[in-house]
């Protein structure tokens, strides 16, 4: 800090860091991984958990801390974006609050999909200006990309993660089991922003899909391919995460698939998962970037295809133009000004763009539509 | 980032700075500060003014946009701590995006005390995950206090403070003037942060509140011994937070005078002020620090015979043991499990105490009241 006659200026450096650990049978009460972060003895713990998985495991969650002597609330939520509110963050801020944890020692702990650990996750963030948090992911979309960066929110009347804050979590713990039971669409929804990763940034990840893709699918990610893909996809997610965790940069390769049906999951009746709208996405900036001429007519078949093999194209016959011009002007609000666009340049390559017309977004959407019907 | 058989570690660090500024005619259209930070043309600003505050300037904070040709979005907000809720603070999220800014150039503008200048915080820090805000302080409280940190938030269900978070302010704007039109009542609660400073961290400003205090209350700070006390506390509230601003260290100096009465004001039907809660923890934790021998009986009097002189010394008929041992339980699990209370060692000096006993709250609430009939 330095003063003069004018004011003063205040600085500040902070640094901290977090482990995001693989493990099996979390819930076997001779696990330590759920209790490895903060006071074992005489504690509570706050935990927050999807009501699906909360249906299938309550039984397992109780009987761990009970055996650990653990004193526990557990809150269990429904997933689903229309959850993902500012309402059912006060809610749970109100749960909380009647069951007082100490501020350093006995994190929130939330079990679920992407919408649980954002949402608890900004619930923690926030609550006596952050106490700590554990995420377990029980979805795939979860695994790979909700619970790996340190991004949490809410909706706000329907305009995706419009509040939330920055808050890194004190620990990840990745238990691939959980995804064995997940219905097939939720796989799917998953495999989408798989998908996004490889076309934007990795050529290898998006040879294995075409390789073992349907089979991974259909072993529900239990066997050694379906091990190398989400590995992969972590580690290339946190490549990209790492040197801009609180998006200091605007231009994001991982924005990818978040331009053109942004939040179109979170419109009122909207039978869209996330994934499925980030899919949209990357098959309308695909056909744009080959308009452009980064990505070559082969490149863009090759693409499509691959959609369809893993079966993740969702209807197109009522892709929005207009809607999706929105989309990319609202985008541009939260980048700052500028459009920023990530298109691929080359399968597993990245370039930003500035100039995306309203023209050409339409133009690609017709043409999106011919390709999918072939 | 590190990789291994295990999963990953994630590690980051961070670094900022923000100026507080001092200046005058702040709503002089020629006055560059309040769009110091950010773009000016062709620019938007969300700007929220204290009810009060904006009865009297309504018009010169219209006339500066309008002249300086930025569009502008002023809500105005009720002052008092009823007001600092979760429910004001989604309503402005809400006010906010109906107002589209971009999310780095375009900062939100926060004028008035504390409970405005918290409150907008907390909204831009979670606005978009965190859009840059700019605070102009117009109460005494929020001059020293409220507005130089980084702490922003909002009452939980009467729960001072219980929802928020940590940040920085792109820039304070301090225009000393505004307190001259201040209500008396409001410059005594300004006061008792500057003597709650002055008791656990600075002999000199003690000394300086006992040769000039009533006189400077009389002027409003508006005087020249008004000047150096003000200066003097912000530096001093700075020298305390610039190494512990996220409150990693828990046992906080600045703390003294929020242990036994926090949140007093935020009780239904309280008619207490901050500053007035501060009061009386500053008076009790002082009892109890010279019951204890850190305090010389002769210095216990000097403390209370200032407070006296600075017309501060709120009722004290009412005090009530019980709940100041509640509002300490309540400290220590945000003290995340030690009490840490900060007590004066001699005029000035500070020590922590994880010892506290019922029997001795009570008892220095008697000696209290007898003292204050004197």
Known sequence: MTASARGWRVSYHRGAEYEIRKCAELFNP????????????????????????????????????ADNEVDVRIVSVPAGEPNK????????????????????????????????TDLT???????RRGVPHIR??????????????????????????????????ARVLLDRSFLATLPRRHILNGVCEVFKLAVISDLALFEKLEAHGPDCIAAHFQDEPGLWILDRSIQRMLDELQLNLFEDELARKMDFGHTFSYGLETCADSQCLHGEAVLIDVLVSSTLAQSRGLL???????IVRLAFALDIIPPLHSLDPPALWESLLERTRHRNGWQ???????????????????????TSCVELMALSRV
Chains 1, 2 share one sequence.
Request: aromatic residues 8%.
């Open 296 to 302: 070559k007519r082969s490149e863009l078949d090759r």
């Open 340 to 362: 920023r666009v990530p298109l691929p340049h080359g399968i597993g390559k990245c370039t930003f763009v500035n100039d995306v017309q309203q023209d050409e977004v339409r």
């Open 85 to 116: 509110s500012v309402e059912a963050y006060v809610s749970l801020l109100d749960a909380l609050d009647q069951f007082p944890i100490d501020r350093r020692d006995e994190p929130i702990i939330a079990i679920g999909g992407g919408v649980i």
């Open 121 to 127: 996750g900004f619930v923690a963030g926030t609550y």
């Open 30 to 65: 001779s696990n330590e991984s759920l209790l490895s972060v903060g006071r074992r003895r005489r504690s509570r713990r706050f935990v927050v958990v999807d009501e699906n998985f909360h249906r299938l495991h309550s039984g397992a969650i109780r009987r761990y801390f």
């Open 136 to 169: 377990v992911p029980t979805t795939l979309m979860g695994y790979v990309d909700a619970s790996v960066g340190i991004k949490t929110g809410v909706n706000l009347r329907g305009h995706k993660n419009r509040v939330g804050a920055f808050t890194p979590p």
